[in-house]
């Protein structure tokens, strides 16, 4: 059974800085594509960032911005961000690929301005 458990989110003021992370059972991080997605009220859920082995893939909005990274050892993906802007509040969610897309449950980002 697959499980990410997405941790880390919370209110920062613009400007500010998070980490999100990922923790992932039932799945290998290190082996299978792993990815950001955000959703904010109204919006369509979004890409973020992806990492599969040793690339990483950045959506233009968070480019310079936000890292992705994982812990093969913890079995956990992260995404730090920084320089954080209003327009990054979301919903942000964890995705593995699998023998089929799997989610986390999600976890809020306010950024105040």
């Known amino acids: 059974q697959v499980q990410l458990v997405e941790s880390g989110g919370g209110l920062v003021q613009a400007g500010g800085s998070l980490r999100l992370s990922c923790a992932a059972s039932?799945?290998?991080?290190?082996?299978?594509?792993m990815g950001w997605y955000r959703q904010a009220p109204g919006n369509q859920r979004e890409l973020v960032a992806t990492?599969?082995?040793?690339?990483?893939n950045y959506a233009d909005s968070v480019k310079g911005r936000f890292t992705i990274s994982r812990d093969d050892a913890k079995n956990t993906v992260y995404l730090q961000m920084n320089s954080l802007k209003p327009e990054d509040t979301a919903v942000y969610y964890c995705k593995g690929a699998g023998f089929r897309d799997y989610w986390g449950q999600g976890t809020q980002v306010t950024v105040s301005s």
């Open positions: 990492i599969t082995g040793g690339s990483t």
């Open positions: 039932g799945i290998r991080v290190s082996i299978n594509a």
